[in-house]
């Protein structure tokens, strides 16, 4: 149980354009998720905590209004990247957790942006 | 503040040996502790996780990690360490608002 998974796993798309990454929690109802970014060598960096229904809570540092999150349902999130630069290009990994008892979150596999 | 540090960036080990990864932490109240393995390009398994309770705590492919209060700390370790064990580590604090990882070690098997 307890499965994330990511969509795509691997993308590449053109400086300026947007491109949406899509979590979802498949065995569970995800209350809250959040993302994070990955850069080569490094750790993972929380970017937002999104809760269903509500606006995200965005770490600080992070563009809101580049990185947009909707966690329109329990079992989805999506991170969209706007106007993506190359300096965008990252490893971005999502996870999930099922409710305040629980204090262990549920991590997809990431999904990898290049932005040319 | 929560935080992870991990001291080691980098450790070899020869397959067989014992590996033992470092991780302390520092949190205003008791710590839920968490050790995750990432190989390249992939995302974060959990390997173990230490809530309460005994502090020894036993996790998958054989690894084992002991939570130690007075010195907070909560390291990693394996017996005998096979060449698929050769990924990056990581050590993370937190609980269901917020987790902190630590940088990360890279773990590399010789032959």
């Known amino acids: 149980g307890a499965v994330v998974s990511q969509h795509p796993s691997r993308v590449i798309c053109k400086s300026g354009t947007s491109v949406k990454i899509e979590c979802r929690s498949l065995d569970f109802q995800a209350t809250t998720m959040f993302w994070y970014r990955q850069f080569p060598k490094q750790s993972l960096m929380l970017m937002a905590t999104s809760n269903e229904g509500s606006k995200a809570t965005y770490e600080q540092g992070v563009e809101k209004d580049k990185f947009l999150i909707n966690h329109a349902s329990l079992t989805l999130s999506t991170l969209t990247v706007t106007s993506a630069h190359p300096e965008d290009s990252s490893f971005y990994i999502c996870?999930?957790?099922?409710?305040?008892?629980?204090?262990?979150?549920?991590f997809g596999p990431g999904t990898r942006l290049t932005v040319t | 503040a929560q935080s992870v540090t991990q001291p080691d960036i980098h450790i070899t080990v020869s397959e067989g040996a014992s590996l033992e990864l470092r991780c302390n932490y520092s949190y205003g109240a008791t710590p839920y502790l968490f050790w995750y393995v990432q190989s390249p390009g992939q995302g974060l398994q959990l390997l173990l996780k230490y809530f309460s309770g005994d502090t020894l705590v036993q996790g998958i492919k054989g690894f084992e990690a002991e939570f130690k209060r007075s010195q907070s700390s909560f390291n990693l370790r394996k017996p005998s360490v096979h060449w698929s064990d050769a990924a990056e580590y990581f050590c993370a604090v937190g609980g269901y608002y917020k987790l902190s990882f630590g940088a990360g070690t890279t773990v590399t098997v010789r032959a």
């Open positions: 996870s999930a957790t099922s409710g305040p008892s629980s204090y262990e979150q549920y």
